[in-house]
């Protein structure tokens, strides 16, 4: 492990500046009609992290996000477990969330729109719908996959259901379910952006569809660049956390 | 009684309730329109015609974006998995990937490559394109080391040692990577020209949503749920089948 971190470190370095190297390249190509350089963006990016007007944007948006990702979880869990525990509702259910899994959820952004009207509630409702199915399939195998021991010890012991799920399940099944909260993560903040970019007159979903209309190519990049290097950012602590879940297990 | 027909009941059950609500006024019809009503004016849509161009555009893009992922997919995932140094770099790359809003580069692809199908083939391909190479990755990586001794064995080079031996063995494992890159193709194309785009089903979906036209909006949404579930669900059956055989 500590030989094998610089090496990775490394790597990574090299990697980031191959990948601003083809972006260096794409620029000189295509041209500054198309896009911005690297440095420029950067620049733009940090003038724009500077400016006062842009925080109530990027807090809009993890308001959204948070609540999104809260109700991601409960709903998620809840089917999760519930199809988990019992066997038949599972071989019911698990087909119908692989099949809403794989639908472009997108397409009902109108539906949502009628039901919610524009503003945060969409927003989150949006954010919520790409990050629960995940979650709850994920959970629901890894409830189904725990060893069935487990659970005869906990009904011999004539624990209540909410105790089998908060001292039995929850526990053996942790390092399955964060994988599962990793990737509900990564879909809920597509989801949110999704939705702001359609029912929305803040957040950063709204800026970059603004950014679009106007044809603010500098906007639109150094936006792009910021949320690219948030969603990086998380999902590698995430990914982390996971690892050592795994580990400790 | 089966689970599928369980399923089945269900599903039907949602429907006469929809049916139910609208009919008796409780969701407004300005929301939704009864299901019954969608079903005949999606009949109505498609004998008149005028949405087939949209439907064979959307479709094209979709078939375009899957393709293209699929082939560059595993031919990238194989050359990664045999140079180790390089793959140890990408990693982290493949863990964040699906974290990074794609549609974020949407407005940039129009940008650089015009408002015509490249930029909305392109989000679909970027979409379906990574997780073909992960689990191709995943799948070389279980290759049992015989096979591939064996391979060195009749000195087969590695072209004929991917094409004859560790891709077939990682094939299960590269079709599910494969109905990723179905369901993903479609999410990206459709979703791409519900944002910005002058033809396809995405588009006319927005168009309705704009005019208040639920008489075309519900429709569509049915149909683009109905074709890409059906395609799914013949990649779900086709691949059960092949691991039938295998166990065979």
Request: charged residues 10%; glycine residues 8%.
């Amino acid at each position: 492990m500590t030989d094998a971190l610089p090496q990775r470190a490394l790597g990574t370095a090299l990697l980031v500046v191959a990948l601003l190297a083809c972006w260096q390249a794409l620029f000189i190509y295509a041209g500054a009609s198309a896009l911005t350089s690297p440095l420029d963006t950067i620049a733009y990016a940090a003038q724009l992290l500077g400016t006062a007007s842009f925080y109530p944007h990027l807090i809009e948006t993890a308001k959204a996000f948070t609540i999104a990702l809260g109700f991601a979880l409960a709903f998620g869990f809840l089917i999760g477990f519930t199809l988990g525990l019992h066997r038949f509702s599972g071989e019911v259910g698990e087909p119908v969330l692989v099949a809403l899994y794989s639908i472009p959820k997108i397409t009902l952004y109108p539906i949502v729109l009628l039901a919610f009207g524009i503003g945060m509630p969409a927003k989150v409702a949006f954010g919520a719908i790409h990050g629960v199915v995940p979650i709850a399939i994920i959970t629901l195998a890894a409830v189904r996959n725990l060893n069935p021991v487990y659970l005869k010890a906990a009904r011999v012991l004539r624990l209540k259901p909410w105790q089998i799920t908060a001292s039995v399940l929850l526990p053996a099944a942790v390092p399955e379910i964060f994988t599962g909260v990793r990737v509900g993560f990564s879909l809920t903040l597509i989801g949110t952006l999704l939705g702001e970019m359609f029912a929305s007159q803040r957040g950063l979903g709204f800026l970059l569809i603004q950014a679009i209309g106007l044809h603010n190519i500098r906007l639109i990049m150094a936006l792009t660049l910021i949320l690219v290097v948030i969603a990086v950012a998380a999902s590698t602590i995430l990914l982390a956390v996971d690892h050592r879940l795994r580990r400790a297990y | 009684m089966s689970p599928g027909r369980v399923r089945l009941a269900l599903a039907i059950g949602i429907v006469v309730l929809l049916e139910a609500l609208v009919r008796f006024g409780v969701i407004d019809r300005f929301a939704l329109i009864p299901p019954s009503e969608i079903l005949w004016d999606l009949g109505a849509l498609l004998l008149g015609g005028a949405i087939w161009p949209a439907i064979g555009k959307t479709l094209t893009d979709v078939a375009l974006a899957c393709v293209a992922a699929v082939v560059v997919g595993v031919v990238l995932g194989t050359l990664i998995h045999r140079w180790r140094p390089f793959r140890e770099a990408l990693d982290p790359l493949f863990a964040a990937y699906y974290a990074i809003p794609v549609y974020a580069f949407y407005p940039l692809f129009i940008v650089i490559f015009g408002l015509g199908d490249v930029p909305q083939v392109l989000i679909g391909f970027m979409l379906g394109l990574v997780a073909v190479i992960v689990n191709t990755l995943n799948g070389l990586d279980r290759v049992p080391r015989v096979l591939i001794k064996t391979a060195r064995a009749f000195r087969l080079g590695p072209v004929a040692t991917a094409a004859e031996i560790t891709l077939p063995y990682a094939a299960p494992y590269i079709f599910t990577g494969v109905k990723l890159a179905v369901a993903y193709s479609f999410i990206g194309v459709i979703g791409a020209e519900l944002i910005m785009s002058r033809t396809g089903l995405g588009y006319e979906i927005g168009f309705a949503y704009n005019n208040f036209d639920n008489a075309v909006m519900y429709p569509l949404i049915v149909l683009v749920l109905v074709v890409a579930g059906s395609v799914n669900a013949m990649f779900f059956m086709w691949e059960k089948k092949l691991l039938a055989r295998r166990r065979r």
